[in-house]
């Protein structure tokens, strides 16, 4: 009984996310959904209710919880939570079309239903379904700390996902692609909807040496940026999941050339530059699942604009809009993990040093896109300004990229925002804190 509840919770999951990435009217979407609704009759022949529970972001049936299907699906979870369903009962006499409504509700953007579950349910003519909060007094309205956790927790839960999918494309096991979609279009609503608190989540998370950090942050930058290039959604999420695997090649090679901290021999740097044709021999099996352009951008990430670079090509080949987009994320973000005598290289730094390669490397007129986006102090940078007082970026002005909106942090009694370009000449950022050693004590304030 356990496995079939199980699975019958998987499934409207499923049909949820495809409800979500595609719309109802896609043939797997009615897949999932009949597959969902067998499951339920079955259970609902033996009992008259089913009820689920989410308690702490965990799904509980009875006093059961399936802790590792909350691990799995634990961003569908989150997803509900937010919809305000945090329990749900089905009854027997269930008909589908009632299940495709609630299934739907859940699929929608925030701000297309606004109506609260229970109310939309009602509306909707279900009856043998209700849902809704544990404790509806005053639940609903979730405080702006709440709203700050969740999103942390979603770049948790992303980061987990992630790494998840890295970890099956090396292992040779078949992708949860459909999980993988809906992860990163996940991360892109949130993105879209509220990029500044998801951007300077990157930003603090930036200096956090996670294995799969880099790969995740180089991801949304690179979704972030192309969504700001104007691409569709589609296209943006297609970017978005090859950045994911630019080094999945490094994964194959060892720690001890990775790591090194001095030079690496001639055979090392050989190595370590294969990992982009290792990657995308490994990416080249899941072709079928994630398309070509993993493969692609694997390939192409460490060719230089102009065709310098690497792998050596024979031929002049410009390499893939995509290849150049994750080719500056790429480097903007290791850029930032990089250590000079103990101290991380500062924002300012790493703009003078891409700038540099501006011509030779990069796309000149994507780099300068790209810095006009982020700026060189980026968005949630903890900053010390000329004055001596703290603040934090909270917003850049495309057309001065040295000079952000701010708001100042310490001391407390001196708090307020300032444009810093309105303030030109009196006042600027002189240096950035590493939110992890120096700025730590600021964190709680950002
Ligand atoms: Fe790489
Ligand atoms: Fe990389």
């Not at 102009?306 to 390499?319: A, C, Q, R, V």
Request: hydrophobic share 40%.
């Amino acid at each position: 009984m356990f496995e079939q509840i199980e699975s019958a919770f998987r499934s409207i999951v499923s049909a949820m996310q495809i409800a979500q990435l595609y719309t109802t009217a896609h043939p797997r979407f009615s897949k999932f959904l009949d597959k969902a609704y067998d499951e339920l009759q079955a259970i609902l022949k033996s009992q008259s209710e089913l009820v689920f529970g989410i308690v702490n972001g965990e799904l509980a049936y009875g006093k059961e919880i399936f802790f590792d299907l909350s691990k799995n699906l634990s961003l569908a979870i989150m997803r509900l939570q937010q919809k305000g369903v945090e329990r749900i009962s089905f009854y027997r006499g269930l008909e589908k079309k009632e299940l495709a409504k609630f299934i739907e509700y859940l699929a929608a953007p925030k701000d297309e239903i606004k109506k609260e579950i229970e109310e939309f349910l009602i509306f909707s003519g279900v009856k043998n379904i209700s849902a809704g909060r544990i404790k509806s007094d005053g639940a609903s309205n979730k405080s702006a700390s709440e709203d700050k956790d969740s999103r942390s927790n979603l770049y948790e839960a992303s980061s987990q996902n992630v790494s998840r999918t890295l970890q099956d494309v090396l292992s040779d096991e078949g992708v949860d692609y459909l999980n993988l979609r809906f992860t990163l279009s996940t991360v892109m609503e949130n993105l879209i909807t509220n990029f500044e608190e998801f951007i300077k989540l990157t930003t603090i998370k930036r200096y956090n040496l996670g294995t799969f950090t880099h790969s995740l942050n180089v991801s949304i930058l690179s979704m972030f940026f192309s969504s700001k290039l104007h691409f569709v959604k589609d296209d943006v999420l297609e970017i978005g999941i090859a950045a994911l695997f630019h080094d999945l090649g490094k994964l194959h090679i060892s720690n001890k050339i990775i790591n090194k901290p001095g030079r690496l021999t001639d055979e090392e740097f050989a190595k370590m530059q294969s990992h982009t044709i290792i990657g995308a021999e490994v990416l080249l099996k899941h072709v079928n699942t994630l398309g070509i352009l993993p493969v692609v951008v694997s390939y192409e990430h460490h060719l230089r604009f102009g065709s310098s670079g690497y792998p050596k090509l024979t031929f002049f080949k410009e390499p893939h809009v995509a290849s150049m987009i994750v080719a500056i994320c790429d480097v903007y973000d290791a850029l930032y993990q990089k250590r000079n005598y103990k101290n991380n290289f500062s924002p300012d730094l790493i703009y003078d040093i891409m700038l540099k390669e501006r011509e030779k490397v990069f796309d000149p007129k994507l780099l300068d896109k790209f810095f006009s986006m982020m700026g060189v102090w980026p968005v949630g940078a903890i900053v010390s300004l000329s004055d001596k007082r703290i603040a934090v970026v909270r917003e850049q002005n495309e057309d001065d990229i040295w000079s952000p909106k701010v708001e100042v942090i310490s001391p407390a009694e001196a708090k307020e925002k300032i444009d810093l370009k309105e303030k030109k000449g009196q006042l600027k950022i002189e240096f950035a804190l590493n939110p992890w050693v120096e700025g730590k004590e600021y964190l709680a304030l950002i």
